[in-house]
């Protein structure tokens, strides 16, 4: 199974936001700084509290959202040359190649960890924080569900 592709700068920024919201300790701190934001908003609302603690939950609140949703991604997308090339990946049954104009890479199938499906990317994940993304755009619905299977059957039970 094998297809080729280049990255689009929209579709990579909304994997990497993916990304960021799988990580566990990313949902606990957006949930803690969620319920901090509501609390002292209810609080200020009932004229509990001052004003400062509400303002600084706010602005917690949207520096957090801002620097996942827009800086992260953004800032990861801008140092990583892997998304300014063009590639053409097979998948076979005892690894994965990738390869570009400048060469080429096997990859073992127990060399990953994970995988997971965003819209518009299969994330294979090495470790929790070293993955690459399969765009899916060039593949059809057979080939996606052929796709699913392999990496299923592959990876997907460890």
């Known amino acids: 199974m094998q297809v080729s592709f280049s990255y689009d700068k929209k579709k990579v ?3 990497l936001r993916y990304h960021f919201v799988q990580k566990p300790e990313i949902r606990v701190l957006m949930v803690l700084v969620n319920v901090f934001a509501i609390a002292a908003a209810v609080l ?3 004229k509990k509290i001052r004003p400062e603690p509400f303002l600084l939950g706010s602005f917690i609140w949207i520096m957090l959202m801002a620097s996942f949703w827009y800086f992260l991604p953004n800032n990861i997308y801008r140092k990583a040359a892997t998304f300014q090339d063009s590639f053409i990946i097979d ?3 005892s690894a994965i190649r990738l ?3 400048r060469g080429y890479v096997d990859w073992d199938w127990n060399k990953f960890s994970r995988f997971f499906e965003s819209p ?8 929790s924080k070293s993955f690459f993304l399969v765009p899916k755009e060039n593949m059809g619905d057979e080939f996606r569900h052929d796709l699913r299977g392999l990496l299923r059957k592959k990876i997907g039970d460890r």
């Open 13 to 15: 920024i909304q994997a």
């Open 44 to 46: 200020f609302y009932m």
């Open 120 to 127: 518009h990317f299969f994330h294979l994940y090495f470790d």
């Open 99 to 101: 390869e570009n104009e």
């Open 91 to 93: 998948f076979n049954e």
